[in-house]
């Protein structure tokens, strides 16, 4: 079982930015991969980034160079640097770790609202 932690969420003026962190409590998490979702209201969860243990990443369309996701391994956290943000980044972001044995094995955090208005 792996509980997330997240913290950093905020109002944010656009061309801001922000600085999302995730500490992750539980075994195994450094041999995980780490991410982050969002989900604005009325629309699907989408990928933002993931990392995986080795520091390989993956960003959804359109977001890399704009924001960029790290690790650090000895303190289980995953950190998502934002910035030029503008008003359509504005969802509620969650933390993710997942593995896969068999089947994939997700576990989320609770979410942290990022609000990107003037």
């Known amino acids: 079982q792996v509980h997330l932690v997240e913290s950093g969420g905020g109002l944010v003026q656009p061309g801001g930015s922000l600085r999302l962190s995730c500490e992750a409590y539980?075994?195994?998490?450094?041999?995980?991969?780490m991410g982050w979702y969002r989900q604005a209201p009325g629309k699907q969860r989408d990928l933002v980034a993931t990392?995986?243990?080795?520091?390989?990443?993956n960003y959804g369309d359109s977001l890399k160079g704009r924001f960029t996701i790290s690790r650090d391994n000895t303190k289980n956290t995953v950190y998502l640097q934002m910035s030029s943000l503008q008003p359509e980044d504005t969802a509620i972001y969650y933390c993710?770790?997942?593995?896969?044995?068999?089947?994939?094995?997700?576990?989320w955090g609770q979410g942290t609202q990022v609000t990107v208005s003037s």
């Open positions: 993710n770790v997942h593995y896969i044995n068999i089947r994939r094995y997700d576990f």
């Open positions: 539980g075994s195994g998490v450094s041999f995980h991969t």
């Open positions: 990392i995986t243990p080795g520091g390989i990443t």
